[in-house]
RNA sequence: GCCCGAAUGGUGGAAUCGGUAGACACGCAGGACUUAAAAUCCUGUGGCCAUUGCGGCUGUGUGGGUUCAAGUCCCACUUCGGGUACCA
């Protein structure tokens, strides 16, 4: 190499983007700088932008999961620019089930498995340049932070539901309602109704009375029907369950009664579902979490029971149609099954009890053919006095409403196939329905066959039937949701561990001075011989009075439901989060993550937060004010053909000619569809000496939209990228890809456009080899170039709408660098504008243009279009006829519209459309279109 | 079954209030530069017809409707994606 060529190439790398050097060296400015780092400040308006934290997993993070992260950064650069004091935590939930199955298969413990996942997270997202303040970060199983879970779990413990006033209360309060007047006039959320007076209160042991509490308590441990799933070897809660088997690893889910602690999340059914109409989340998640809560409206009624005193309760929503009830159906798991089955019945009963239990939820869900069977006993219709049978169904749920129903055959059709198929009487109590070949489930018509609600139409009598109901004293009118409470105890290791111990079997908090109970050192993280619990294995797990400590852990939502609480005030020992922390920061502004949480997380952290606010320790009641789903970043997956019985492989477009199989490669490995052929010789031992037919003398591979895994070698890792084309590229790209919330296949092709638009920033900073920047005036078209980026991309911020700001950022540089524009009165603020996209290289280029060496682009200010600069004197206007556009035409754009509409029609081209016809009406749309209607 | 969302070139997508469909990119084709390649730059690029010029027709999943004007609103349907489910 002469000694020109080589000078030629040492300016050629000066001049160039050198990405990989300025997002090291800004990396550490900001680290250096503490850029990011955020103090409360009462002089600035804050705003709280929230990332769903990840789950540390041992494959570290793949491309689909910054895109979140991304636009979080994005947005929350802009509101700091904007002047806001912005808080942009970030953190981990590190207690889960993969890193304790690990253990189990290696002996390795979570916790060390978990701090290597995490510096491999930290590292990744490191190179991606967040403005995260990590002085903040929280560890869920960190004892300074679970301390405060578990401090939360024995306020719950400590308190009960008053639904009177709607609001969580010290459990004293209810024990002193109990000492005045027993249960009179006391209306708290329980798991059963009780009833008892104060003398009776007064007369009970201490055991006694710490049971019904229990009964009452918001963190309370009961018998319930519980997801149990044998293979994963613990309890799940509805949430984590879907079609009968576990979210985690899809494993068969069954139901069994268990003592284990819940969260009574339904006492705040109502609360949850009002909350949802003042918070600015989209409709679909809002209508995903009403499902969930599941309001219904309706009334429970009291069946008398042929030849016996005690009275059955139903709950149904439509009382209307009682009089075409004719037989009960009780679950299977319902107390009255024992209660009601006769002697004659016992053998066919408990044959199908047995039959049912043994079915997996799975298979019971699977399983759609009608079964039951019949109890032997008779209720009486108290509408009309007949006796009708009572029956024992799978397809009545032990769980909701009382575990029993009226069955109104004509009128639901599940009732419709049981009746059918034990040939049951069918009663139309709606004029004109034909029930002969299914049930009439609609909610309209008016009423038959029904004595005193004959005559009135579906809404009409079922508050007739109401008023019924309560005047004879047979029932009342009740709510019900499907939310269930959540089932809080795991029998796992890696979890928080319950701050409870047990004293005569009597659960007992722990004293608060105590805490954090640390997660004791185990032996093996399996099961114990004699069915326990993980901890059932650590030595000395008891109270220093040598008390028990209770053996299950927190589920995973536990440390993940008030986290945005503790990023206010991560450090302080003394409180979960200090007055002045919440008030100043509050809650939420912008909380941004996957959909998958509508059912879990977002319930529990809702639920949680309004536990606090009740005991007034925030004073927010909802957590998350906006919140954005991303959309799921899904594979794209490359194939190469091999020809049967050889090693030869054929490009996708000659591929028909021949019998092939499709077989996954590697998608980093291939470039715009293009095989990297020596690559792929490489890859794979197998394919050293495969041969190719190709055509245009490449290899193109076929494509498909798959799930991103291992396994479809289909993963992309978001360091690759940066190597590649830095940081700002990866933002840019993830931006552009489309619509934030839409779900879209990750597709390296494309990105080359997105580096493209960089160079050609870079390359208006420069000239020949040097920084060529001028101070003079920018004409009128460089100021309007910019003015319209800044408007478009202010807008497209506020609207989330960031691929399209991307192609305006795009659309700006190229028209500067048509314009030849290298002025610092445009390059400065464009700079600005794109620094929350593209924070490394506006970093830089801020710096060369003469920023002092320890300031940072990130404080400077944001700069509001100037609408003088967006101001048209000429407009193009469409002209149409018909509603057929046919040519334009520039008009002054002041020019008033009947004006407009007579020089339009007297032009030459208007009088070519015409054809010499008069015109039936012409329209005039301001600075758009005129229409001209023949 | 029920609820929600979507469907636009070869590809990702744009069109903010019913007003010029296809912005911005990718890819592709042609060209410039180069010994060559890469990089870069220029031109073209929905389809069909015509290209000797102007151009013309058609086009946003399907069928219908409202309107001067529909990708956008209404009705019916198809397909795909997501949520949820014996919830009485």
């Known amino acids: 190499m002469d000694k020109l060529t080589y000078y030629l190439q040492l300016i050629q790398v000066i001049m160039e983007y050198n990405f990989r050097e300025i997002d090291r060296k800004w990396q550490s400015f900001w680290k250096e700088h503490h850029i990011y780092n955020v103090d409360i400040d009462r002089h600035r308006p804050k705003y709280y932008v929230l990332d769903m934290f990840p789950y540390p997993s041992g494959a570290g993070l793949h491309v ?12 929350s650069r802009f509101k700091r620019l904007q002047g ?26 979570p916790a060390i498995t978990t701090e290597k996942n995490i510096a491999r997270y930290r590292e990744q997202m490191d190179k991606i340049g967040f403005s995260y303040d990590w002085n903040r970060e929280v560890r869920t199983c960190e004892p300074n932070y679970y301390k405060w879970t578990q401090w939360a779990f024995i306020q719950m413990f400590n308190h009960y539901y008053d639904l009177r006033i709607q609001k969580a209360q010290p459990i004293e309060k209810l024990i002193h309602a109990f000492e005045i007047n027993g249960t009179q006039g006391v209306e708290a959320a329980c798991s059963e109704e009780m009833s008892f007076t104060a003398k009776e209160w007064s007369n009970k042991s201490v055991a006694e009375q710490r049971d019904i509490l229990m009964n009452y308590r918001i963190a309370y441990k009961a018998d319930t029907m519980v997801n149990w799933c044998p293979t994963l070897g613990t309890v799940l ?39 949802l109409a003042k918070l600015a989340w989209s409709d679909s998640l809002k209508e995903t979490q009403k499902n969930w809560i599941g309001r219904s409206e309706g009334a429970e009624m009291q069946f008398s029971i042929a030849n016996m005193d005690e009275k059955m309760t139903i709950f149904t929503t439509r009382p209307d149609t009682i009089f075409g009830v004719t037989f009960m159906v009780l679950a299977p798991e319902s107390e009255w099954v024992a209660k009601l089955t006769t002697d004659e019945q016992q053998p066919e009963v408990t044959a199908y009890l047995d039959a049912t239990k043994k079915k997996t939820e799975r298979e019971r869900i699977a399983d759609k053919r009608v079964s039951g069977v019949f109890s032997g006993a008779y209720a009486v219709n108290p509408a009309n006095g007949q006796n009708i049978p009572i029956w024992i169904s799978d397809y009545v749920l032990a769980g909701y409403g009382t575990g029993a129903i009226m069955a109104v055959p004509a009128h639901d059709a599940r009732d419709y196939a049981f009746a059918k198929n034990f040939n049951l009487p069918i009663i139309p109590v709606i004029e004109g329905c034909d029930v002969s070949h299914e049930s009439f489930d609609a909610k309209e018509g008016i009423l038959t066959n029904s004595g005193f609600l004959n005559g009135l139409n579906v809404k009409e009598a079922i508050a007739k039937a109401k008023e019924y109901i309560i005047t004879n004293q047979i029932g009342r009118v009740k709510i019900n949701f499907r939310l269930r409470d959540a089932i809080f105890s795991r029998q796992r290791y890696w979890g928080e561990p319950f701050p ?8 007992y908090t722990l004293d608060e001075a105590k805490l954090p109970l640390k997660l004791p050192e185990v032996s093996s993280y399996l099961p114990t011989e004699h069915g326990e619990p993980p901890l059932g294995r650590a030595a000395n797990w008891q109270t220093e009075d040598g008390f028990p400590l209770e053996l299950n852990t927190m589920p995973g939502f536990a440390g993940s439901s008030a986290y945005y609480l503790r990023y206010m005030d991560p450090h302080n020992d003394t409180v979960l989060v200090s007055k002045e922390a919440d008030e100043y920061w509050r809650n939420v502004d912008l909380y941004i993550g996957g959909t998958e949480h509508a059912t879990g997380h977002l319930i529990y952290s809702r639920f949680w937060n309004k536990f606090l606010f009740d005991l007034g320790i925030v004073c927010e009641d909802e957590p998350f004010q906006k919140l954005i789903n991303q959309g799921m970043i899904q594979g794209r997956s490359n194939f190469v053909y091999r020809i049967k019985d050889s090693n030869i492989f054929v490009s996708i477009n000659l591929k028909d000619a021949y019998e092939t199989t499709p077989i996954h490669v590697d998608v980093n490995i291939v470039h ?3 095989l990297d052929i020596e690559a792929f010789k490489k890859w794979n031992p197998e394919y050293k000496t495969a041969e190719f037919i190709l055509e245009d003398g490449k290899y193109i591979c076929g494509w498909a939209v798959e799930k991103m895994s291992k396994s479809m070698y289909n993963v992309v890792n978001p360091d690759d990228i940066v190597e590649k084309y830095g940081a700002d590229t990866l933002r840019l790209y993830e931006m552009f890809l489309g619509p934030l919330e839409q779900s879209k296949p990750w597709d390296t092709n494309g990105i080359d456009g997105v580096h493209r638009f960089l160079k050609k920033l870079w390359n208006l900073f420069w000239k020949e080899d040097t920084m060529a920047v001028s101070d003079e005036t920018p004409t009128l078209e460089e100021w309007k170039a910019l003015h319209k980026l800044l408007k478009k991309v202010k807008y497209d911020i506020e609207n989330f709408s960031f691929n399209t700001s991307v192609s305006a950022f795009m659309i700006c540089v190229n028209e500067l660098t048509t314009l030849k524009c290298n002025k610092r009165a445009i390059l400065e603020p464009l700079l600005i504008t794109l620094n929350p996209f593209a924070p490394h290289i506006s970093e830089e280029l801020w710096h060369r243009l003469g920023h002092k060496d320890d300031e940072s682009i990130c404080n400077a200010t944001w700069l509001e279009a100037d609408e ?8 193009t206007y469409a002209i149409s006829f018909n509603g057929k556009v046919r040519y334009q035409l520039s008009l002054p754009a002041d020019m008033p519209n009947d004006k407009v509409e007579i020089t339009v029609l007297e032009s030459d081209q208007a009088q070519k459309w015409l054809e010499g016809k008069t015109p039936k009406k012409v329209i005039v749309v301001p600075k758009k279109i005129v229409n001209i209607v023949i």
């Not at 003088?868 to 407009?875: A, R, S, T």
């Open 672 to 674: 715009n569809d293009i």
């Open 64 to 75: 689909g999961h910054p895109l979140g992260y991304i636009a979080s950064d994005i947005y």
């Open 84 to 109: 806001f004091n912005v808080l942009h935590p970030m953190g981990y939930d590190a207690y889960g089930l993969p890193a304790e199955q690990y253990a189990i298969q290696t002996g390795q413990h």
């Open 868 to 875: 003088k600069y967006l101001q048209e004197d000429v407009v």
């Open 237 to 275: 809660a509805n949430d984590e369950v879907s079609e009968g088997v576990s979210i985690r690893g899809g494993h068969p889910v069954e139901q069994r009664n268990m003592s284990q602690w819940s969260l009574r999340v339904s006492a705040y059914a109502q609360r949850l579902l009002d909350g």
């Open 500 to 507: 409870i111990y047990y004293k005569d079997r009597q659960p």
